[in-house]
């Protein structure tokens, strides 16, 4: 498994994959984060509802602009973390560990699968040359 990376540029094809991954991912924190409020709203005895909405709404912004950050080399290591803090949102939404392995799995597949389709493409470009300017529409 020498294609999965933790720190690094990845190709265009991957990173748009990951990013994608990270957009629906985003979403499913940011119900998951609606889940732990209510969750916490009906234990009386617990006042962490607001808490639990704000943390959840900050990893769904985190996923948001970690997706933004898939170019960078240290884009793929913020996806990592938000990754980790899926997982770890189980602690507090148990069902957050089906979403967070669900996405997991994705995010590994993009990342595997992502480097030999980058690899063809570039093989492809390389070999069908450069582009000829009389094809080029202005306007």
């Known amino acids: 498994m020498r294609s999965i990376i933790f720190y690094g540029r990845t190709g265009k094809f991957t990173f748009r994959m990951l990013a994608t991954v990270l957009g ?3 979403i499913c924190i940011l119900l998951g984060a609606l889940v732990a409020r209510a969750v916490a709203a009906t234990d009386q005895a617990n006042g962490a509802g607001t808490a639990y ?3 959840g709404f900050g990893l769904g912004a985190l996923c948001i602009v970690a997706a933004g950050l898939m170019r960078r080399p240290w884009g793929v290591t913020l996806g990592w973390v938000v990754q980790a803090l899926t997982l770890l949102s189980a602690l507090v939404v148990p069902m957050m560990l089906v979403v967070g392995l669900f996405f997991l799995a994705l995010w590994v597949t993009c990342l595997v699968k992502g480097a ?3 690899a063809e493409m ?3 470009e390389a070999a069908a040359g450069p582009p000829d300017p009389a094809d080029r529409v202005d306007g």
Do not use: F, K
């Open 24 to 26: 629906g991912q985003s």
């Open 122 to 124: 570039a093989r492809r």
């Open 53 to 55: 909405l704000v943390v």
């Open 116 to 118: 030999p389709i980058d």
